[in-house]
Structure formats: C-alpha cells, structure tokens
C-alpha cells in the first residue's frame, strides 16, 4: 500500500462546476500538505500550500486538511476548461524540506 | 533563465547505454531536487543537493544512478547500462532555500524510453 493514495480518475465535470478532489495518506508524521497542477508534457505547479489540519482559500481554490483522517481535498469552484491537468498532492514531514511524497495523481477534464 | 531548464526534452536510449540528464535551476536557488516520475504516477523523490553537496541520495533506485552538481549550479543526473524500468520522466526542481516554507519549480522534465 503506498502512503499517499489518490483516485487516478478521469474526472470529467463540465464548466462551472465545483470539483472535489481528495487524498488518503497513512502516516499521521505528515505536517505539510500540498496541491499541485501538472499540464501534460509539463512540471507539476504548486498551487496551494498548507501546514498542519484547516482550511486555506485563494481564489477559486480551497484546501482542506483533517489530520484525524489522514484526509486531505481540494475544492476548485466554477471550474474551467483551462483546469484540466492531472491534479496531485504532496506532503512532507516537518524537517524535511521540499522531499516530497506525492499522490498518484487525478486526472480531470472540464469539459465546455 | 526564468524557469527551471532540463535538456533533452527526449532521450531514448539502448537497454546498458548510459545516459546524462542535465538541469538548470533558476539562477541563485540554492537546492535542487531530481524526481523520478513513472507513467501515470506521481513524481518520486530521488535526491538532493544544497549548492554543492548531496544531502540525501536516499531514493536513488540502484548504484546505476549518479548525480553530481559540481559547482552548486547546474546538476547532472546519470543513469549507467540503462534498464527497461528506467523507462520514465525525470524532473528536476530548484527552490531558493530561503525559510521553511519555500516553492519548489519544477523543470518540464527529460522523458526518458529505454528499448
């Protein structure tokens, strides 16, 4: 079992929709949390940030953490065409600088 | 340059061919990270260098796997007698190591096919 799972999906959603996508991980020394967008042919994007469990909003972005869980989303509201990319999350431990340990990824497609 | 820089964009190789990756971090970034990201996963960590040293080769798969960055700028990963499961995008990544909470950029990768 890996330690950070993700639906590979597709997700497909047409436009203005709101997206749910979401990660399970199973080590609870995870303290950073994050979300990243990555076109095809391209490097993943940091998109949001976050450290310990709570919410944090940017733009149409929010993303939530529950450590209890071990359960981490990312709501993207009134989603565009221009949102589809593989969306994965990352996380790191406290002293570990950008060594990151990502998700699958999730594919999703906004369809016009 | 204004982005992290990976040449070749495309590499293909012959299974025991040794190939050299290079990356080019933004201009100043003191760390520098090699992913390895397989086909429909997500990347994963391989090493990591601040300026010039290795601090953590931890996720190099096999003694095959080389990386150096000589003069704490441009890095170079090698691969040595190249495997099928070698067969993947490697991207390399850079932050200016300034605090905590710092953005790593990613390059757009060297996708390597190993036949």
């Known amino acids: 079992q890996k330690e950070v799972e993700q639906d590979p999906g597709p997700l497909s959603v047409p436009e203005g929709a709101i997206v749910s996508l979401n990660c399970t991980y199973s080590n609870s020394a995870f303290q950073y949390f994050m979300w990243y967008r990555q076109y095809s042919r391209k490097g993943p994007e940091l998109l949001m940030y976050?450290?310990?469990?709570g919410n944090k909003e940017d733009g149409r972005f929010t993303a939530q953490v529950d450590k209890s869980s071990k359960y981490i989303s990312l709501f993207i509201r009134d989603s565009q065409p221009s949102d589809s990319a593989t969306y994965l999350c990352?996380?790191?431990?406290?002293?570990?600088?950008?060594?990151?340990?990502f998700g699958g990824g999730t594919r999703l497609m906004v369809k016009p | 340059g204004a982005g992290v820089s990976q040449s070749p964009r495309y590499k293909v190789a012959k299974r025991g061919q040794d190939v050299a990756l290079r990356c080019d971090p933004i201009s100043g970034h003191v760390s520098l990270f090699w992913y390895q990201q397989a086909l429909g996963q997500g990347p994963e960590f391989l090493t990591y260098f601040q300026n010039e040293a290795q601090l953590d080769k931890s996720g190099l798969p096999s003694d095959r796997f080389f990386a150096e960055r000589p003069e704490g700028s441009v890095s170079t990963l090698k691969i040595q007698r190249t495997q099928q499961e070698d067969s993947a995008v490697y991207l390399c990544?850079?932050?200016?190591?300034?605090?905590?909470?710092?953005?790593?950029?990613f390059g757009s990768g060297t996708q390597l096919s190993v036949l």
């Open positions: 990544a850079s932050s200016l190591n300034r605090g905590k909470h710092e953005k790593l950029f």
């Open positions: 976050t450290y310990s469990s």
């Open positions: 990352a996380m790191r431990f406290d002293n570990a600088g950008n060594m990151l340990t």
